[in-house]
């Protein structure tokens, strides 16, 4: 999915907040871009995994022991995520949203759906999100979220 946006990106010469032209902003996209695989994806996707797939497939809820590892490797993350990627700026590469932003939050939005709010407590990773959602719009964010949102339905 990362190739796919780089790649819509440049063909369609979005305005270049989204990818910077930029060598320091872009390579803070590119930074991002290449830790969230091993880090907030892998983590939220565990967590999503553990509470909603897997006991779909079994046909019972995981012990809440194996929730609360999940949750505490999630919580590792996004604690870096904090210090290292947003620490006092609006956005992951400055004041401007960025392909990084996009695919930080709709990583996090799994956990949310399935009954882990990662932003209680986090006041700064709290106000991310809202710059987020208000950057791309209320209901963009909402319609790009409507499938995982009624996950807990299953």
């Given amino acids: 999915s990362i ?16 990818y910077p032209s930029d060598l320091q ?8 871009l290449s830790w969230q695989h091993a880090n ?14 897997l006991p779909l497939l079994i046909g019972h809820p995981l012990p809440p022991e194996k929730l609360e590892l999940a949750i505490e490797e ?17 956005f992951i590469a400055g004041s401007e949203i960025s392909l990084a ?10 956990p949310v759906y399935a009954g882990y709010d990662l932003f209680e407590g986090r006041p700064k990773l709290t106000e991310w999100r809202r710059r987020v ?5 209320k209901q963009l964010f909402q319609e790009a979220h409507e499938e995982i949102m009624n996950i807990k339905n299953l």
């Fill in 3 to 18: 190739a796919i946006l780089l790649y819509l990106v440049q063909k369609f010469k979005t305005p270049d907040h989204w």
């Fill in 101 to 110: 932003d996009l695919v930080a939050v709709v990583e996090l939005m799994q």
């Fill in 25 to 32: 902003k872009r390579a803070r996209v590119d930074e991002y």
């Fill in 133 to 137: 959602e208000e950057a791309v719009g």
């Fill in 40 to 53: 907030i994806r892998a983590k939220g996707t565990k967590f999503f995994f553990s509470k909603v797939l």
């Fill in 74 to 90: 999630l919580n590792v993350v996004l604690n870096q995520f904090e210090e290292k990627f947003l620490q006092d700026k609006p």
